[in-house]
């Protein structure tokens, strides 16, 4: 009866001591050991990937925002401020009522079907909006124009980038709206267009929210 209480009490120890271990290198050490290399090597995105503008922390470069007028009275969804380059629609799941500016705060895609109602109903909505919000005079856009990343939502919903030929199917609208020549416009556009990573991966890209921050320096004459 002692030998099998002392070999209980033995285990007990050794479960205690490999418990303390575990927590120290794993809860502890490893975390601070990630977090130093990180900090030292990728800073930037260790810290979220910050975009700053004045001085001030704006967003992320890896998060989507709108870019929407007040919600008027009566109003269940904002109307998009079409001064301003537009980002993908953002059908994901959830909303927050902390911070407006973040449509979502929940990452997640519809999980529609190619052939769903209300998939084909949103994206058709979604072309008609994009087809009239950006034709302007002389200038009509075509429904054929309109490129898919326009009328449809990433995977997480919270895609901060779109593609070049959407942000060149808004340039004449934002120009018109800002009152600047559209050559200025396609120039901001081509100055914040990221290749291919590696030259192969991935497709060609632009940060809404990196050209806005240039939209309004130009804008502001700075």
Not at 5 to 12: E, H, S
Not at 48 to 59: F, L, N, P, Q, Y
Not at 182 to 188: C, G, H, S, T
């Given at each position: 009866?002692n030998?099998?209480?002392?070999n209980?009490?033995?285990l007990?120890?050794?479960?205690?001591?490999?418990?303390?271990?575990?927590?120290?290198?794993?809860?502890?050490?490893?975390?601070?050991?990630?977090?130093?290399v990180?900090?030292?090597?990728?800073?930037?995105?260790?810290?979220?990937?910050?975009?700053?503008?004045?001085?001030?922390v704006?967003?992320?470069?890896?998060?989507?925002?709108r870019?929407?007028?007040?919600?008027?009275?009566?109003?269940?969804?904002?109307?998009p401020?079409l001064?301003?380059?537009q980002?993908?629609p953002?059908?994901?799941?959830?909303?927050?009522s902390?911070n407006?500016?973040?449509?979502?705060?929940?990452?997640?895609?519809?999980?529609?079907?190619?052939d769903n109602?209300?998939?084909?109903?949103?994206v058709?909505?979604?072309k008609a909006?994009?087809?009239?919000?950006?034709?302007?005079?002389g200038?009509?856009v075509?429904?054929?124009?309109?490129?898919?990343?326009?009328?449809?939502?990433s995977?997480?919903?919270?895609?901060?980038?779109?593609?070049?030929?959407?942000?060149?199917l808004?340039?004449?609208?934002?120009?018109?709206?800002?009152?600047?020549d559209?050559?200025?416009?396609?120039?901001?556009?081509?100055q914040?267009t990221?290749?291919?990573?590696?030259?192969?991966?991935?497709?060609p890209?632009v940060?809404?929210?990196?050209?806005?921050?240039?939209?309004k320096?130009l804008v502001n004459?700075?």
């Amino acid at each position: 009866m002692n030998t099998s209480a002392g070999n209980t009490v033995r285990l007990l120890w050794a479960g205690l001591r490999a418990l303390l271990v575990l927590t120290i290198v794993c809860g502890v050490i490893y975390p601070l050991a990630v977090t130093g290399v990180a900090q030292g090597i990728f800073p930037g995105k260790a810290n979220g990937s910050e975009i700053t503008a004045a001085g001030k922390v704006v967003g992320s470069e890896r998060i989507g925002q709108r870019y929407d007028l007040p919600l008027e009275k009566g109003e269940e969804t904002a109307a998009p401020d079409l001064k301003w380059f537009q980002p993908r629609p953002s059908n994901g799941l959830g909303t927050n009522s902390v911070n407006p500016q973040y449509k979502l705060i929940l990452s997640g895609a519809t999980n529609r079907s190619g052939d769903n109602k209300d998939l084909i109903d949103w994206v058709t909505a979604a072309k008609a909006a994009v087809v009239k919000d950006n034709s302007v005079s002389g200038h009509p856009v075509k429904p054929s124009d309109v490129p898919a990343d326009a009328v449809t939502s990433s995977g997480s919903g919270l895609d901060p980038d779109i593609s070049p030929e959407y942000a060149q199917l808004q340039v004449r609208r934002v120009a018109e709206r800002n009152h600047l020549d559209v050559a200025q416009v396609e120039k901001l556009v081509d100055q914040h267009t990221d290749g291919r990573i590696l030259g192969f991966v991935g497709e060609p890209r632009v940060n809404v929210l990196q050209l806005n921050i240039a939209l309004k320096e130009l804008v502001n004459g700075g």
